[in-house]
């Protein structure tokens, strides 16, 4: 079965540059989800899109902005890149409401900043 | 408001012994309930969820859990511990289809041979 996929795996990139990062959910999933997990922590919800739309946020610096393409597909950009920034970043899908409760995680983008 | 306490935040068990892992949560309305399971440099494995129904939830590789709302708890157990169960696991509750998750801290489960 087709998973949650996530480009590119690794990223190693130096403070103050930028980074895309791109999430393409499960098929006919309408909502997505990118969540920032730091080292030895637990994830921390970043931002959702429900149909193309931001459906929530949370805390998700300035620096960063994400968006959600007409064939679903979510990419988080993030710029001014700091060494915090370091961490694995998850995308996570869901299918249309109703149809069923859990989220379906990547395998993440480990984002290293030098 | 949502959230997730997730007692101990390493817990060591001999192969063979029970695992228990402990979840208790906050929540304004029915929960969601779920436990992850995550290993090294890899995503988050769905492990088992609580939505509505019978309390106790069977999920993969031999793990349940029991949803005791009067505690406010779903503790992960499962009877004989596996070296392979060696992994950090994650509780994690919503208020529902689309609504984000909220994770508790993460317990990381040693399997001592």
């Known amino acids: 079965a087709a998973g949650v996929i996530q480009s590119p795996r690794h990223l190693i990139k130096e403070k103050r540059e930028t980074a895309t990062l791109k999430c393409y959910p499960i098929?006919?999933?309408?909502?997505v989800y990118w969540y920032q997990q730091g080292p030895g922590q637990d994830p921390q919800f970043l931002i959702s899109f429900y149909e193309k739309m931001q459906s929530d946020k949370g805390s998700i610096p300035d620096r960063f902005s994400a968006q959600q393409f007409s064939d679903y597909h979510s990419e988080l950009n993030m710029s001014s890149l700091e060494l915090g920034d370091s961490a694995l970043y998850f995308c996570?899908?869901?299918?249309?409401?109703?149809?069923?409760?859990?989220?379906?995680f990547g395998q993440g983008t480990r984002l290293t900043v030098v | 408001a949502q959230s997730v306490t997730q007692l101990g935040s390493h817990v060591s068990v001999s192969e063979g012994a029970l695992v228990l892992l402990r979840c208790n949560y906050s929540s304004s309305v029915p929960p969601y309930l779920f436990w992850y399971v995550q290993y090294p440099n890899q995503g988050l494995q769905l492990l088992l969820k609580y939505t509505t129904g019978a309390t106790l939830v069977k999920g993969i590789n031999g793990f349940e859990a029991e949803f005791k709302k009067s505690e406010t708890s779903f503790h992960l157990t499962k009877p004989s511990a596996h070296m392979s169960d060696a992994a950090e696991y994650f509780c994690?509750?919503?208020?529902?289809?689309?609504?984000?998750?909220?994770f508790g801290t993460g317990t990381s489960l040693t399997v001592i041979p």
């Open positions: 994690a509750v919503s208020e529902g289809p689309g609504n984000q998750f909220y």
């Open positions: 098929p006919r999933h309408d909502t």
């Open positions: 996570a899908s869901t299918p249309p409401t109703g149809r069923s409760t859990e989220a379906f």
